[in-house]
């Protein structure tokens, strides 16, 4: 079993003063999260700090805006996910994944390559009394995928592929991103642009605070 000591102890790997808590990002209040608690800094992370933290960071420890933005869609509009086997790729803090089965998906899957990554989503499955199977790629993922769910994967051009992989690979598709204002594939349609933050805030660019919701359109 995963306790919160593995997930302080994966955090430190790259912020030495790392801590997790439990808290509710501002974009999705509805799901609980153990992510960075910067109370354990003296004030809020300053601007080397909050850097440093983009160059090398835990990003499971930070719940990104369109994580959020993407969980508190699917909250809403549970008819995209219900008995459906959803895989959330580049899941993170796992909260789109912890959405997924909170609004009736039949199977959730959260896949990320990083191991301190998939404890922390089983934490916080736990926390949220859902279950969410964890793996490291699509192809562990032995059933029909139905749906395929990711956010923020866009933030290097090398992952562009991922666009095409996704949709090869299950019927629909729903992506959130706050990093490219136009995907480089057309088959993808925009559904609806919202604002969030980062939870913790980490003093981003504005831009980056502006998530577009696509759905698969083949």
Known sequence: MIQVENLNLNLRKTLSKGQVAISQPAGCPDINLWLFN????????????????????????????SGQVLAKYILSHPEIVKDK???????GSGIVAIAAALAGAKVTYACDIDEDALDAVTMNAQENKVKV???????????????????????????????TRFTESAPQVLLADSRIKTLPVDHYELQTTIEARTWPD???????????IYLSAL
């Open 85 to 91: 086997v959803v895989v959330d790729v580049g899941s």
């Open 38 to 65: 910067p109370k354990v800094l003296e004030g809020p992370l300053s601007h080397d700090e909050a850097q440093a933290v983009v160059a090398e960071p835990a990003y499971w420890s930070f719940c990104w805006a």
């Open 202 to 212: 980490l003093n981003e660019f504005e831009e980056f605070n502006q998530v577009r």
């Open 133 to 163: 199977q964890t793996v490291k790629s699509l192809d562990e993922v032995s059933e029909e995928i139905d749906l395929i769910t990711a956010a923020d994967v866009l933030y290097d051009r090398d992952n562009f592929s991922l666009l």
